[in-house]
């Protein structure tokens, strides 16, 4: 049976079913807002914690590969430096090359760029070999996605 | 109603963060990638990763690990993975990776407890053995000049 509602007085029959109507649309709206904002939310959340730790991780493990390539050369210059005749010396005697330095060089790198994903590239051209001081000098470059950084390690024999 | 059930879903849904679901949290795994790092800088710093490595003797089986005698993991190695992760109740694997000149790559396992989980976090440190040490394990590096092989230490915690 419909109600008509000009006919009826006010305060009639009707208006509590647009009422009604009106509460439940407004229900549905609400529930759906709550909802979304916590679905964005924890969005916003996940991304920002996953975000933030990869460069900062990147940065430490370059400082980490500056350690492992000094604590080397500087072992290497340790023992090839010959101190009676003042010059950094090859097992057979004769004069350290930089062709030497920039392979025991670059077999670190190596082995650090295969344990993270990372790139070290040593240039040649940087290795220098000073009897005099004495130092043997390389710079060398770390790579990851997110940081490059150049170094220039300077390596002396223990004692000096 | 309506809003009250919808506000019991939303409630609920709050509560399903990545961690819930049984995953590690990702702050957690980066703080333990930082000390396992940090435990391996510090240990070799006083030389402790070299004295490890040459005092080794063959592949370890679960929570054995084989050493020479009178070597074991050293003193300055031992305490810290002692105290840091023992201690904290996290378990750990040591291994050293060579590889040699012809591509190969060999991993001696030296010391196990156990097959990581899901959530394991590694750290490595490279350090280089060179010919006047002693009881060095035999994968050699003949290109190195008086280097004899390049070792990556690499730690796993979980």
Do not use: K
Request: charged residues 20%.
């Amino acid at each position: 049976m419909v109600t008509d509602s000009e006919s009826a007085g006010p305060g009639s029959v009707s208006r509590p079913c647009d009422r009604g109507q009106l509460l439940l649309v407004g229900a549905l709206a609400i529930a759906f807002i709550l909802l979304g904002i916590v679905v964005v939310f924890n969005g916003v959340l996940y991304t920002e914690t996953i975000a933030a730790s990869a460069t900062s991780q990147s940065a430490g493990s370059a400082q980490v590969a500056e350690y492992e390539l000094a604590d080397g050369l500087d072992e290497l210059a340790t023992r090839s430096y010959n101190e009676t005749s003042g010059t950094f010396e090859r097992e057979d005697g004769t004069a350290l090359t930089d062709d030497d330095v920039t392979t025991f060089v670059e077999a670190i790198g190596d082995s650090i760029g295969s344990s993270r994903s990372a790139g070290v590239a040593v240039d040649s051209e940087t290795v220098s070999i000073d009897h005099g001081s004495p130092a043997i000098t390389v710079t060398v470059t770390y790579a990851t996605a997110d940081v490059e950084r150049t170094v220039t390690i300077v390596a002396e024999p223990e004692g000096f | 109603m309506v809003v009250l059930i919808a506000a019991l879903l939303a409630l609920q849904s709050v509560v399903i963060t990545p961690t819930t679901g049984g995953a590690v949290d990702r702050t957690v795994q980066d703080q333990l990638q930082q000390e396992a790092s940090d435990a391996l800088v510090v240990a070799e710093s006083h030389g402790g990763l070299t004295a490890t490595v040459m005092g080794w003797s063959g592949n370890a089986t679960d929570n054995v690990s084989a050493f020479e005698e009178n070597a074991s993991l050293s003193h300055e190695l031992g305490p810290i993975l002692e105290h840091r992760f023992s201690e904290q109740g996290h378990s750990y694997n040591l291994e050293a990776v060579y590889v040699e000149e012809n591509g190969t790559v060999t991993v001696d396992r030296v010391l196990t407890q156990g097959r990581p989980s899901s959530g394991a976090v590694t750290a490595s440190y490279t350090i280089t053995l060179f010919d006047d040490h002693e009881h060095i394990p035999e994968h050699t590096d003949p290109t190195l000049e008086h280097a004899y092989a390049v070792v990556e230490v690499r730690l796993t915690v979980w």
